[in-house]
Structures are given as C-alpha cells and as structure tokens.
C-alpha cells in the first residue's frame, strides 16, 4: 500500500529549514505532496504576504527531488485540503505540537484515519528571520560609490 504524505508551507524565502522538512517527510512516506500555501490565504492566516510569488514557490518547491508533487493550498481547512488532494500523512512542524491548534487538528485528522507526524521546527532560520533581516538591511544607508580619478 503506498502511504502519501502531505507536507504544508508558505515556502517563502526558500531555506534549509524547508528542505529538511520536506526531506524528513519524504522518508516517512512513499508519495510526498508538498501543499504551497496561496498568497491571499498567507496574508489572512500569518498577516504577511509572500516575497516570492505562489507561481514561484511551486515552481521551487516542485523542482526538489523529495518532492513527487506540489499543489496550491488556498484552503485554511486542512480537512478540507485533505478531501481535495488525499493524503494518510500530515506533516507538521513541532511548534504545534500539544497547542490547542495542534490537538484539534490531531482530533479532525483522527476522524479521517490520516496520521499527524511532527518534525523539529529549524529554530535558526526561518522565513520570518529572513525578512527581518532584509528590513534591516534596507534600513541602512547605502555607501556612496568610491570613484577613482
């Protein structure tokens, strides 16, 4: 029986802490469907919209060997994606775990027989950090060109 796996993201700023994610599912299953979560619902669930493009994203995250498919999540239901694309696995980072997001999602999964797996969240990268830091870098003044005579 092939077990398939759904591992969802923004994907945003494309890090080491995706592809581990997304390498570590792909060993606990034998399909891995990487759900790359839409602009619109990014900004209504994380307040933030996307530096790089969804089209961009799929493109990125469709392109990894780990990966056997990608496919646009614009829904805030997992349950909801789950009836859509059809998974056994859903992958989840461990800041999750043990939230009151995290059980009710063990609950509606559990309804439906799809296993819920964490994997340790990358605490020194994220995509959030990534955006600071550009911020950061675009508040500081830009060095006037050296010009030689």
């Known amino acids: 029986m092939t077990r398939i796996g759904y591992a969802a993201g923004a994907f945003d700023l494309f890090h080491v802490g995706h592809l581990n994610i997304l390498r570590m599912a792909k060993e606990r299953c034998d399909f891995l469907i990487a759900g790359v979560v839409s602009d619109e619902l990014c900004l209504a669930t994380k307040g933030v919209e996307p530096v790089v493009p969804l089209r961009e994203r799929l493109e990125i995250v469709a392109s990894l060997g780990c990966v056997d498919r990608a496919v646009a999540e614009t829904k805030s239901d997992r349950v909801e994606t789950w009836r859509d694309v059809g998974f056994d696995i859903f992958f989840k980072g461990d800041d999750w775990r ?10 509606r999964f559990a309804e439906v027989n ?36």
């Not at 043990?98 to 609950?107: F, I, S």
């Not at 020194?124 to 550009?134: G, N």
């Open 98 to 107: 043990d939230t009151a997001k995290g059980l009710e999602l063990e609950r």
């Open 114 to 149: 799809v296993e819920v797996l964490y994997f340790p969240y990358t605490m020194h990268t994220s995509s959030t950090k990534l955006r600071e830091a550009l911020q950061a870098l675009n508040r500081q003044p830009v060095p006037a060109l050296q010009t030689s005579n």
